[in-house]
């Protein structure tokens, strides 16, 4: 293999355990219309859909806040999660559309 591909390579790793480090990141969720909760328009790919953890694994989210107030409390946020599982979700981010 070529030497520089090779260090390609090292950094593309090393960049992505950087990423997981961060979670996901959408953005400011408080910057779209309906605040924490979810709508079709702001939330396109995931409506009406019930299996979050799908795209949205348990381990990268809740990471940061992002408000920019700091005040999030998140270790209650993910520990509620942890906890609750997939009931805990609509409590802060509505149904998403999702039919009972
Ligand atoms: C098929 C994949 C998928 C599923 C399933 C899914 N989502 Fe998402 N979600 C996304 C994507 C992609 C985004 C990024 C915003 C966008 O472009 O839609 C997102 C964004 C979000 C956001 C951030 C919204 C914002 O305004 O920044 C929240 C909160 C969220 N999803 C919660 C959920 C919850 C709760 C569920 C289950 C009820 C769920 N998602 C199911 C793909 C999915
Ligand atoms: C106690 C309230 C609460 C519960 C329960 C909750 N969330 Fe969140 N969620 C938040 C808050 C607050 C944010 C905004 C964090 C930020 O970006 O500052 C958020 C952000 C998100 C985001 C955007 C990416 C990120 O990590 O910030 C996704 C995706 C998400 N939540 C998915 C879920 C899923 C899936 C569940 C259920 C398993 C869930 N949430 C349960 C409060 C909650």
């Given at each position: 293999?070529?030497?520089?591909?090779?260090?390609?390579?090292?950094?593309?790793?090393?960049?992505?355990?950087?990423?997981?480090?961060?979670?996901?990141?959408f953005?400011?969720?408080?910057?779209?219309?309906?605040?924490?909760?979810?709508?079709?328009?702001?939330?396109?790919?995931g409506?009406?859909?019930?299996?979050?953890?799908?795209?949205?694994?348990?381990?990268?989210?809740?990471?940061?806040?992002?408000?920019?107030?700091?005040?999030?409390?998140?270790?209650?946020?993910?520990?509620?999660?942890?906890?609750?599982?997939?009931?805990?979700?609509?409590?802060?981010?509505?149904?998403?559309?999702?039919?009972?």
């Amino acid at each position: 293999m070529k030497k520089s591909l090779l260090i390609a390579l090292i950094f593309l790793l090393l960049g992505c355990v950087g990423g997981d480090d961060e979670g996901q990141n959408f953005g400011n969720i408080f910057e779209g219309t309906d605040g924490l909760m979810l709508n079709q328009e702001e939330h396109p790919d995931g409506w009406g859909r019930s299996e979050c953890f799908a795209c949205h694994p348990i381990n990268e989210i809740h990471r940061e806040d992002r408000t920019g107030t700091g005040v999030l409390p998140l270790e209650d946020i993910q520990e509620f999660v942890e906890q609750e599982g997939l009931d805990s979700c609509p409590i802060c981010h509505g149904d998403n559309g999702v039919m009972e």
